[in-house]
């Protein structure tokens, strides 16, 4: 039985905690008596046959009739999946999305149909590249559908190919890819490794528009998102579960397929990343030890490429179909379980490592704007009920943070942090001042539609991303990072994590209390 | 009694050399104190600007007439100006001065000619320094006689036609004193005439030529072949003036003076006398003229004199030590009280006054060369300049030096630069090594002057001739007092400290705009100055080069990556390893022609299937194009489109190529390349890149055709075979430029950007596909 996750009290005994820093690791000792460490919960056991699994689901699904009598010979069948973003890492192959969506052309070849659209649903990501494409559904599927046409990724540019379905009654429009919106029947296959993911959100962002996307992936929503893991108390799940009111009611009928993972992200040499570092045996310190040391002595690019290349030894957890809500419903209670850590208050200061990887740069680099989006975006909302701290708190993260930008996947994002965020590091001004331009760039619109670039307006997202807590934490220092990229993005540098502390010492005082965020792997800390 | 008013009432003087240092302040001097004198300016038509234009800009307009334009305001001064000016075209190393049939007439009517037109550049050419200095006063005397007047001609010498001597200098000719060595100035004459001829007709010789041209191309590279010969001919022009100056220095040398200027200068006086018929002379001879005592303001001054480039030099620790003797005398004497002389000769008319007057401090008032040099460096001390760096720049403990031990120093420092720079400039450099490269050739240019000033101006330090002026003295004495206190020319009445302290540095440093403030240099500020121009919406075109301007890639890496993406590992390898094998000589023939190169290289696409190319190229924006771009070049294009410019591509790869690059530009100019039927390329080319001198005919047609004008034209390119295109346009933009690039770019004050590939992405080690698609592998399609 796998232990669930705990707050461990750090006390003069605790040995130095993991930190993440880009592509290398750091032991930092956390001060005895006043700090406390949330631990993620081992992984929970995977089920013992994911395509028998998957079959069930299908053909006993949620609130739906089963796969197979909603298909027929004739009609236009389209598949939707989760594009690179998920999961992180990536997941060794077969993926979840390849098994669940070879088990829906089955069922759809027994009953005839050959209409079948394959389309990633990567709303304003950059386009996959085609060996990611085969690495998430697998070489047959690939084969069959990628020359013919069949498997294409979404464009939220091509106007053409995009339709309005209807207005929520907040005056948001719902504009989605043409293609979903005439399709008989849309299936969507979901790798839902957090709480975030799922829902109405993988269709109603997967394929839509700029405009669409706009009404919620603003700064007032996301500043109002309290949090990203929380979707009852996330202004930006709201206006997405209202458009999803619209797409259940004039849109075509969908089929959605959710499954979970555990918290298996690391294969065997990194084993010491999700273990609790006082129960390190010799060989995982010596591991750790050599590891480290190679890391250091290791190119960053080199040390990146090879971060990059792992795939995690994943286990599904569990997979239902049917109508999105109950399904989605269904798949919230399993995350929770792999992920819910309760933690009683708040504190002065939470301190993270910051990993290699973000959403948004699979086989890429973590720029600094991805750093801001990583820390204050993603491991600050991994909360339910509070922040984990307090207002006017100070989060400190590690991370070298250096001005680096991949050139094929960020464009935008290297303008954005020249121009926007030498302007200014305020949502709401930089929506104000600078979105339209960058949204409507004709460039950035080539590269996003011809090549592998994310949307012009990514950047901004990555950045409202962390709104809420910019915000909320009264001062945010990155250890280790380079001093003028970090004072760019509005935070503090410092060198150690020492210095950081008494940098955070004028904002909280000499003996604030310090919580640390032990990641990997993924929780959620239910903050009483 | 000569009282300066009566003098030169209602009297018409022609001034030659009014745009120099001294004919300003002598024509403000007259407007501003002699108010009922009538001025005929004899001023030389420039290359551009008309004679009367020059006197307007070059002379009006200088800021010593500051005082009479706020005095009379600024209409009552044009007015004034009007009125009493009047610019005839003319030019005083041509016989009968180049004056046409007006401006003769004009002439005919002067009742006084002051000369004080020279060249007073201690290096000039020979033949120049004799047509100039040694003819010019011939030249007016003879063109008197020729329209039978007899105005009261002052010439204005110089104290050093004494030459090279100790002990006093009286005010006489020098063929009439003891040290005259008959020199007959008509041979001087011929010889410097027949040896510009003779040096001419050396710098043609073929084994000449093709040196220059060998150094033209090592300067320029493949700029093309009319850039080439522009900088040939320069070279050629260059050699010859180097021949002519040495050669000047080394005949005064020779017969007794320090350079060409003051021998010209004792030869003319000599010429003068002998040729003056009825023409009545007075000559003025100054010492070493610098900025003004007290007229028309305290310290004003124009150009750089003699002292100030030393002294700078001094006050940048670039000259450690100069030669000199601690107890000579340096002999200086105001801009004002030289004038002030001028005009008193001139106004005690040809009965009155002396025939030589020197105007000099040396023998009365004596400034020593360790007062100068101890005012000097304390000065210094206390107002440092700063370097770049923003620190103070201490300066060197004099130590009086012999002028050999300097020189050497000197040279062996150059020796060891001049070294250096070669052999960086013969690295492959970009960017900002290149840039290390220009400032050591800024270095050495810096050695190369202070080794010219030492030589120079050492024998001037070091001269120990005492200048008599007897007869400026009694001059002085015979003037009333209001006189005395308007056209003060007494040398007695500098104090040395003063002037040197509160009067000349302040003045020199505010000219020579150094920085006298610490704190960093403000170059990003002129960077940024020089990028808001580019972008300003007034321009209207902005041309661009492609490789290692917005791509660090070319034509063999895009060639290598399409030819790579559908082989196999083995056949991959045998690619790879026939393309270095090839490098070289494919490197050799790109250095001597580039379209050759282009037209050699591109066969190799013959037989190509345009569709799989096609196909492939897409592939290649992203793996190859992208990920070499520079990322600031790519947002500089469509900042030129934001500011509403039109935007070009021109560049030597094949249009397929750059077809994903489409959407940055209005126009995109390249290679391209016949398809035959069967949908394969032809492997010869239907249109051929523009290269060198043809991209800025280009640039320059694609203008006429839209309506646009060359000089609101931005380009951007990064190589010296762009010069042509960069000389054509009003905006040059040079990125990443390689050495000698850097150093042109620096010297003419072009904007240089340095644009480097975004850090974070991937850094494939050959501009090979990426291996690992087996369907294409199979064959595909």
């Keep these: ?528 | 009694m000569v009282v300066i008013a009566e003098g030169l009432a209602g009297k018409k003087i022609v001034i030659t050399g009014a745009t120099g240092f001294v004919g300003t302040a002598l024509v403000e001097r007259l407007l501003r104190g002699v108010p009922d004198c009538e001025l005929v300016l004899l001023v030389r038509d420039g290359r551009r600007t008309a004679a009367a234009r020059r006197t307007e800009r070059e002379l009006l307009s200088n800021d010593a007439f500051d005082r009479l334009r706020s005095d009379l305001g600024k209409e009552g001064f044009s007015e004034m100006c009007a009125r009493r000016v009047t610019t005839i075209a003319g030019d005083v190393s041509s016989d009968g001065l180049g004056l046409d049939e007006a401006a003769r007439a004009v002439f005919a009517t002067v009742d006084v000619v002051i000369h004080s037109a020279a060249t007073v550049s201690f290096d000039s050419p020979l033949d120049q320094a004799v047509e100039i200095n040694l003819l010019g006063p011939t030249r007016i005397a003879s063109l008197c006689a020729e329209l039978d007047i007899t105005p009261h001609l002052v010439a204005v010498s110089t104290c050093y036609v004494a030459g090279n001597r100790r002990g006093t200098a009286p005010e006489q000719l020098v063929s009439d004193g003891p040290f005259d060595i008959g020199l007959d100035w008509r041979n001087e004459v011929t010889s410097a005439r027949r040896l510009k001829g003779d040096t001419e007709a050396e710098s043609r010789r073929p084994e000449r030529l093709a040196e220059f041209r060998k150094r033209a191309r090592a300067e320029l590279g493949a700029a093309g072949a009319p850039a080439l010969a522009a900088k040939t001919e320069q070279l050629r022009n260059r050699w010859v003036r180097d021949q002519l100056v040495a050669a000047g220095r080394a005949r005064a040398a020779s017969v007794g003076w320090p350079d060409a200027y003051a021998f010209t200068k004792a030869l003319g006086e000599q010429a003068l006398t002998e040729s003056r018929g009825q023409v009545p002379v007075s000559i003025v001879r100054p010492s070493i003229i610098e900025s003004a005592w007290a007229e028309p303001r305290p310290g004003w001054i124009r150009g750089f004199r003699m002292a100030e480039p030393v002294i700078l030099s001094y006050a940048r620790g670039l000259l450690k030590e100069f030669p000199g003797v601690p107890e000579g005398t340096i002999d200086v004497i105001p801009v004002d009280m030289v004038v002030a002389a001028i005009v008193a000769v001139a106004a005690a008319g040809p009965d009155d006054a002396p025939p030589i007057t020197q105007v000099a401090s040396g023998g009365i008032n004596p400034l020593r060369y360790r007062a100068l040099v101890d005012n000097v460096s304390s000065w210094f001390t206390a107002h440092p300049l700063y370097d770049n760096e923003g620190q103070p720049i201490i300066v060197p403990e004099w130590s009086f030096p012999g002028r050999g031990r300097v020189q050497t120093q000197l040279t062996r420092a150059k020796a060891v630069i001049t070294r250096a720079e070669s052999a960086l400039q013969s690295l492959p450099l970009r960017g900002r090594q290149a840039e290390l490269a220009a400032n050591l050739e800024t270095r050495r240019m810096e050695v190369e002057r202070a080794l010219e000033y030492v030589e120079l101006y050492g024998l001037y330090t070091e001269c120990e001739a005492i200048y008599q002026v007897d007869n400026l003295l009694s001059l002085w004495d015979r003037l009333p007092e209001n006189d005395q206190r308007d056209f003060a020319f007494d040398p007695r009445l500098v104090d040395w400290p003063t002037y040197i302290n509160e009067i000349h540095l302040p003045s020199i440093i505010e000219h020579a705009r150094v920085k006298t403030t610490p704190g960093r240099a403000k170059t990003t500020d002129r960077t940024a100055r020089l990028r808001r121009q580019v972008l300003d919406p007034a321009r209207q075109v902005a041309a661009f080069d492609l490789e290692n301007t917005l791509i660090a890639s070319n034509v063999v890496a895009n060639y290598s990556w399409l030819a790579t993406r559908r082989l196999d590992r083995g056949e991959r390898l045998r690619y790879v390893a026939r393309t270095l094998a090839e490098a070289p000589s494919l490197l050799r023939l790109d250095r001597r022609d580039r379209t050759d190169f282009l037209r050699h290289f591109y066969r190799r696409y013959e037989n190509a299937p345009i569709e799989q190319i096609e196909e492939d190229v897409a592939a290649m924006m992203t793996h190859l194009v992208l990920t070499k771009s520079f990322p600031e070049g790519i947002r500089r294009v469509r900042e030129h489109r934001a500011a509403g410019h039109r935007t070009i591509l021109i560049t030597g790869a094949l249009n397929f190529n750059v077809a994903g690059l489409r959407p940055l530009f209005d126009e995109i100019v390249a290679a391209e390349m016949s398809v035959r039927h069967d949908g394969t390329l032809s492997g010869e080319m239907t249109t051929v890149p523009p290269t060198g001198e043809a991209r800025a005919q280009l640039l320059a047609d694609y203008c006429e055709a839209e309506g646009f004008r060359m000089e609101e034209c931005v380009a951007y390119a990064d190589s010296s075979s762009d010069l042509p295109l960069f000389e054509a346009v009003g905006f040059p933009v040079a990125v990443n430029p390689e050495t000698r690039l850097a150093a042109i770019a620096r010297k003419r004050g072009w904007l240089v950007e340095h644009w480097a590939k975004a850090p974070g992405g991937p850094r494939p080690l050959l501009p090979i596909a990426p291996f690992g698609d087996e369907r294409l592998r199979r064959g595909g399609r």
């Excluded at chain 1, 993991?18 to 005895?32: D, Q, V």
């Excluded at chain 1, 299936?187 to 709480?195: D, R, T």
């Excluded at chain 1, 502390?501 to 003996?511: H, I, Y």
């Design chain 1, 1 to 528: 039985m796998p232990r669930p996750g705990f707050v461990l009290d750090v006390d003069r005994s605790t040995p130095p905690m993991l930190f993440w820093h880009g592509e290398r690791f750091s032991l930092e000792r956390l001060p005895a008596d006043r700090s406390r460490v949330i631990y993620p919960a081992e992984p929970l056991p995977g089920l013992a046959d994911p395509d028998a699994a998957i079959r069930q689901a299908l053909l006993q699904p949620l609130d739906m009739e089963p796969l197979p009598s909603l298909l027929h010979a004739g009609m236009r069948l389209t598949i939707c999946f989760d594009d690179a973003s998920l999961s992180l890492p990536k997941m060794r192959r077969p993926d979840s999305r390849q098994r669940i969506i070879e088990a829906v052309l089955d069922m759809a070849a027994e009953a005839g149909v050959d209409d079948v659209h394959i389309i990633a649903a990567l709303g304003l990501h950059r386009r996959m590249h085609d060996y990611e494409l085969r690495h998430v559904l697998g070489d047959r599927i690939f084969d069959a559908f990628h020359p013919s046409g069949a498997l294409y990724q979404h464009d939220a540019e091509d106007h053409a190919n995009l339709v309005v379905l209807g207005e929520t009654d907040h005056g948001e429009v719902l504009e989605i890819n043409r293609r979903v919106a005439e399709s008989d029947l849309v299936v969507y296959a979901n790798v839902n490794q957090v709480a975030m993911d799922g829902g109405w959100k993988s269709l109603v962002t997967g394929v839509a528009s700029y405009r669409c996307l706009s009404h919620h992936h603003n700064p007032e929503s996301l500043q109002n998102t309290r949090s990203l893991m929380d979707r009852h108390h996330s202004a930006l799940h709201h206006s997405i579960w209202r458009m999803g009111a619209v797409l259940r009611d004039s849109g075509p009928k969908v089929f959605q397929i959710e499954s979970t993972i555990n918290n298996d992200a690391f294969p065997s040499p990194f084993d010491f990343l999700s273990k609790r570092e006082w129960e390190w045996t010799g060989r995982d310190r010596a591991t750790f030890l050599a590891t480290s040391k190679a890391l250091d002595r290791t190119p960053r690019r080199l040390a990146r490429r090879i971060f990059h290349s792992i795939e995690a030894p994943y286990a599904m957890t569990s997979v239902q179909a049917g109508f999105t809500e109950t399904v989605h419903e269904r798949t919230l209670e399993h995350v929770h379980a792999q992920h819910i850590v309760p933690v009683e208050g708040q504190t002065d200061i939470l301190t993270m490592g910051i990993p290699f990887i973000s959403p948004y740069n699979p086989e890429s680099i973590m720029n600094p704007v991805l750093v801001m989006c990583m820390g204050l975006g993603y491991l600050f909302n991994m909360y339910r009920g509070r922040p984990l701290v307090r207002e006017g708190g100070v989060v400190i993260m590690t991370h070298p943070t250096t001005k680096e930008f991949h050139p094929v996947h960020h464009p935008s994002y290297i303008d954005f942090f020249d121009e926007v965020l030498a302007d200014t590091t305020d949502p709401a001004e930089m929506s104000q001042r600078w979105e339209r331009k960058y949204a409507e760039d004709e460039w950035y619109r080539h590269l996003y539609r011809t090549g592998n670039a994310y949307h012009g307006v990514h950047p901004f997202y990555a950045w409202y991303w962390g709104a809420h807590g910019q915000q909320w934490a009264g001062r945010v220092i990155i250890v280790g990072g380079d001093p003028a990229t970090v004072r760019r993005l509005g935070f503090t540098p410092a060198s150690t994590m020492d210095d950081a502390f008494e940098l955070a010492s004028e904002v909280v005082g000499r003996s604030p209390t310090i919580t640390h965020l032990h990641v990997p792997s993924v929780l959620v800390a239910d903050v009483h």
